[in-house]
């Protein structure tokens, strides 16, 4: 798992939910963006890239 996305249904102003990179092990709380276009999101530390369709799968599976 590299990528996790959650979701708060009782909160009306990001009802899209947040996305969090596991790096390392470690669950990085800092919310990362869904790249738009073809951006692909790269971690400095760990090298991994994630690509617009892997945000989409994290969406659909509530983690990656």
């Known amino acids: 798992m ?3 996305y959650e979701s708060d ?3 009306d102003e990001d009802a899209r939910g947040r996305f969090y990179h ?3 092990g470690r ?3 800092t919310e990362i963006q869904l ?3 073809q951006s692909v999101y790269e971690c400095g530390t760990c090298g991994i890239d ?3 369709e ?3 799968i994290a969406r659909q599976k509530g983690s990656v």
Request: glycine share 4%; proline share 14%.
């Open 50 to 52: 994630l690509e617009p």
């Open 22 to 24: 596991v790096c390392r």
């Open 27 to 29: 669950i990085i709380r």
């Open 2 to 4: 590299v990528l996790i």
């Open 35 to 37: 790249p738009e276009g």
């Open 9 to 11: 249904p009782l909160d």
């Open 54 to 56: 892997d945000f989409w």
